[in-house]
């Protein structure tokens, strides 16, 4: 059973940065896609960043070039790095994991969900 654990998310002033960390347990397979998704008070939740085993990354427009996402050599934690916050970027932030597996006649997707933690960006 796969389990993802956030942590890093606070209170922070506009222009302030803060590094969120994901870490995975429970399984000693390669992950094939970890990354962060976002949800605002009255929003859906949206895609922040991804990052996939093999690197390739991917923003939403209203991140990039102000957040970095990393993934550490064992393939099991994720961090993003949030930099030049602003009030829009308040949110509760949930690490997401994504496992595919069975086999090549009999693929299998599995989705992971972490409980979130919240950024708040205020004065």
């Known amino acids: 059973q796969v389990q993802l654990v956030e942590s890093g998310g606070g209170l922070v002033q506009p222009g302030g940065s803060l590094k969120l960390s994901c870490v995975a347990s429970?399984?000693?397979?390669?992950?094939?896609?970890m990354g962060w998704y976002r949800q605002a008070p009255g929003k859906e939740r949206a895609l922040v960043a991804t990052?996939?085993?093999?690197?390739?990354?991917n923003y939403a427009d209203s991140v990039k070039g102000r957040f970095t996402i990393a993934r550490d050599g064992a393939r099991n934690t994720a961090y993003l790095q949030m930099n030049s916050l602003n009030a829009d970027d308040t949110a509760v932030y949930y690490c997401?994991?994504?496992?595919?597996?069975?086999?090549?006649?009999?693929?299998?997707?599995?989705?992971?969900w972490g409980q979130g933690t919240q950024v708040t960006v205020s004065s």
């Open positions: 997401n994991a994504v496992y595919h597996g069975g086999a090549y006649e009999a693929p299998q997707r599995h989705d992971y």
């Open positions: 429970g399984t000693t397979v390669t992950l094939n896609r």
């Open positions: 990052i996939t085993a093999e690197g390739d990354i």
